[in-house]
């Protein structure tokens, strides 16, 4: 099995309100990643997770907070986002975080701010 | 960062072979070359990897400069399902992250 499967695939939200994304992995892989994609754009990364640690914030505003509650999952939990903060979120995940391993990315959440 | 450039877009047509370039000219030792691809409305998929030599795998070749300072993901026959956004990406050694470039939009002529 190689799929990272991420919930919601769609989601609406308003400025006030308070949601979570989801993200699992069953490959047994030890680093998952946050990516932001905007419309025509790559993705960028937001957050590293190696060994269920925080590794790598990308200056990430504090609306967006990760968390890691086991080696399989990752959420992301968002709270008072701006309409800029609508994107494609990409959820992947990694044996470890080593120069030549590939990176498995889930199908991601379009996220709309209202 | 080392950074990556690619043409924004290219043309095949189906069953001929598609070179897509990419130039890394500040690439360093350690850098890996990995090139991956987003299909319509899905996230990146993995295409290759490689660091000197050229790679070969199901999907794809790589063929990298001797200097390194560029590279080429072949395809050998396109087919409609490749027309995709490809992006070449450096990584380095462990605990880097992958950035990705800005893509090169490949069409897949019937």
């Known amino acids: 099995d190689t799929e990272v499967t991420q919930t919601p695939k769609h989601l609406v939200m308003g400025m006030t309100n308070k949601k979570s994304l989801k993200c699992e992995q069953h490959m047994g892989h030890r680093a998952m990643y946050w990516y932001k994609q905007k419309a025509k754009k790559p993705p960028e990364l937001m957050f590293v997770y190696s060994y269920e640690k925080l590794s790598i914030n990308e200056s990430v505003p504090s609306r967006f907070s990760p968390e890691c509650p086991n080696s399989s999952l990752l959420n992301l939990h968002l709270h008072a986002l701006q309409p800029e903060d609508s994107a494609l979120y990409l959820c992947a995940s990694s044996q470890a975080w080593l120069s030549t391993d590939t990176q498995y990315f889930g199908p991601g959440t379009r996220l709309t701010v209202l | 960062d080392a950074k990556t450039t690619q043409p924004n877009s290219m043309e095949s047509n189906e069953e001929e072979p598609v070179h897509l370039p990419c130039n890394h000219s500040t690439i360093s030792g350690t850098d890996y070359i990995h090139w991956y691809r987003q299909l319509p409305s899905q996230g990146p998929e993995y295409v290759i990897h490689?660091?000197?030599s050229n790679v070969n795998n199901r999907m794809a070749s790589l063929a990298i400069a001797e200097d390194r300072k560029s590279s080429t993901l072949i395809l050998h026959r396109a087919t409609l399902r490749d027309a995709a956004v490809y992006y070449c990406t450096l990584k380095k050694s462990s605990g880097d992250k992958l950035t990705f470039g800005t893509g090169t939009r490949l069409a897949v002529r019937p």
């Open positions: 490689g660091l000197t």
